[in-house]
Nanobody
Framework: QVQLVESGGGLAQAGGSLRLSCAASGRTFNGYTMGWFRQAPGKAREFVAAINWSASNTYYAGSVKGRFTISRDNAKNTMYLQMNSLKPEDTAVYYC??????????????????????WGQGTQVTVSS
């Protein structure tokens, strides 16, 4: 089992920045692809970004590419999402997720929620205009 806990959400103004963290515990974190998803009120959960176990591969949704950066620190069992140039449409609950298949990079399929077995509880991000 892997437990995931998000933090770093809050209120930001449009054009501002926030950094989210996802702390993993319970099992080794190092071998898993990790991802960020978000869900706005009344909308389906959508993919934001993914990173493979060694951080050598990343994949982003088109809506955040160039503004958000996903990273991880395996020594700290923590994944990050640096969010810059925030827009009101980035307002959502942000979730981190872990793919329990070790050392697998699914490429564009990492954008599917079906690729992930473990989920955090989410952290709210609100961007005001």
């Amino acid at each position: 089992q892997v437990q995931l806990v998000e933090s770093g959400g809050g209120l930001a103004q449009a054009g501002g920045s926030l950094r989210l963290s996802c702390a993993a515990s319970g099992r080794t974190f190092n071998g898993y692809t990790m991802g960020w998803f978000r869900q706005a009120p009344g909308k389906a959960r959508e993919f934001v970004a993914a990173i493979n176990w060694s951080a050598s591969n990343t994949y982003y949704a088109g809506s955040v590419k160039g503004r958000f950066t996903i990273s991880r620190d395996n020594a700290k069992n923590t994944m990050y999402l640096q969010m810059n140039s925030l827009k009101p449409e980035d307002t959502a609950v942000y979730y981190c997720a872990a793919d329990s298949s070790p050392l697998i990079w699914r490429g564009p399929d990492s954008s599917s929620h079906r690729s992930y077995n473990y989920w955090g509880q989410g952290t709210q991000v609100t961007v005001s205009s």
